[in-house]
C-alpha cells in the first residue's frame, strides 16, 4: 500500500504529504477563538474555506448534522434547540464565521452529544487553504518560499515558486469531534503526561508541502504562544517536536 500512495503522490495524484499536529488548550472553551487566530493568518485565502461533515448519511456539510443532533436530544430533556442549530448555522456569512459559530455550539452541548467510543463517527472538517503564492505579499512568499526550498524537493520548490502552483500543495483542515470535543483521545496512543493530566487538543492537518506546514506552524506557535506536536502521519522535524510525547503545552 505505501508503493501504491508513492506512485499515487508522485503522479500529482495525492497531495506530496499528509500531516496531524496538535496542541493542547487550557480550556475547550477556549477552541473557537484559537481556531478563529488561526484561520484569520493573512496567508489563507477565505474563498477556499469551507465546512465538511464525515459520517452523516447521505451528506457532507452543516445541514447534515441535523439528523446527528436530534439523537441526544431524543434521549436527554433540555436539549431542543439541538436539531435546529445545523440550519440557524448555515446562514451565517463568511465561512469563517460559521465555522467559529458551529464550534461554539458543538463546546456549549459537549456534554450531550458526548459518546468516547463513536468519535470517529462524526467528524466536521474546517478546509483551508493558502492563497496562491503569487498573491502573498513579498516578504512572506520568500519565507515561505525559504522553507519549501529546505525541506521539499527541488522540483516541488520550483513548482510552488511557478506562476500555478498545484492546488494539492497548499490545503488541510482543522478537526473536529461532535462526540469528543475535547479530542483527549490521542493522549492513550502517545501516553499521558506524568501528572495524569489530558487537556483539550486542537488538531490541526495539513496536506501538501512540508515547508508550507513547517511556517504555518511556526506561525501558529508564535501567534498563540503555544507548542505543537506530532499525533499522525508524516513527521515534521528540525525545530517541531516530533514523536509521541505528551509535552503539548500551550
Not at 515561505?144 to 527541488?154: K, L, M, W
Not at 522540483?155 to 498545484?166: L, Y
Amino acid at each position: 500500500m505505501d508503493a501504491i500512495l508513492r506512485f499515487a503522490r508522485a503522479l500529482g495524484a495525492l497531495p506530496p504529504h499528509e500531516f496531524a499536529y496538535g496542541t493542547q488548550l487550557k480550556d475547550i472553551t477556549d477552541l473557537p477563538q484559537r481556531v478563529r487566530q488561526i484561520l484569520s493568518l493573512e496567508i489563507f485565502d477565505p474563498q477556499k474555506m469551507n465546512i465538511q461533515v464525515s459520517g452523516t448519511k447521505g451528506g457532507s456539510d452543516v445541514r447534515d448534522l441535523a439528523k446527528y443532533c436530534s439523537e441526544p436530544q431524543r434521549h436527554t430533556t433540555g436539549l431542543e434547540p439541538l436539531p435546529g442549530l445545523p440550519k440557524e448555522i448555515q446562514k451565517i456569512q463568511p465561512e469563517l464565521e460559521r465555522a467559529i459559530g458551529l464550534i461554539e455550539r458543538l463546546v456549549e452541548y459537549r456534554d450531550a452529544l458526548r459518546d468516547e467510543t463513536r468519535q470517529d463517527e462524526v467528524i466536521v472538517f474546517i478546509h483551508y487553504g493558502l492563497k496562491n503564492p503569487q498573491s502573498l505579499p513579498q516578504d512572506v512568499r520568500d519565507a515561505i518560499g525559504s522553507y519549501v526550498a529546505q525541506f521539499d524537493t527541488p522540483r516541488e520548490s520550483q513548482k510552488f515558486a511557478g506562476r500555478h502552483c498545484p492546488a494539492n500543495f497548499l490545503a488541510g483542515n482543522i478537526n473536529i469531534y461532535p462526540r469528543l470535543i475535547e479530542n483527549t483521545s490521542w493522549y492513550g496512543s502517545m501516553g499521558a503526561g506524568e501528572d495524569g493530566q489530558t487537556p483539550p487538543i486542537l488538531e490541526i492537518r495539513f496536506m501538501g508541502l512540508r515547508g508550507i506546514f513547517k511556517y504555518i506552524l511556526q506561525g501558529t506557535q508564535n501567534l498563540l504562544v503555544c507548542e505543537f506536536c506530532y499525533l499522525d502521519g508524516d513527521l515534521l522535524t528540525q525545530g517541531f517536536k516530533s514523536g509521541r510525547s505528551a509535552d503539548l503545552s500551550c
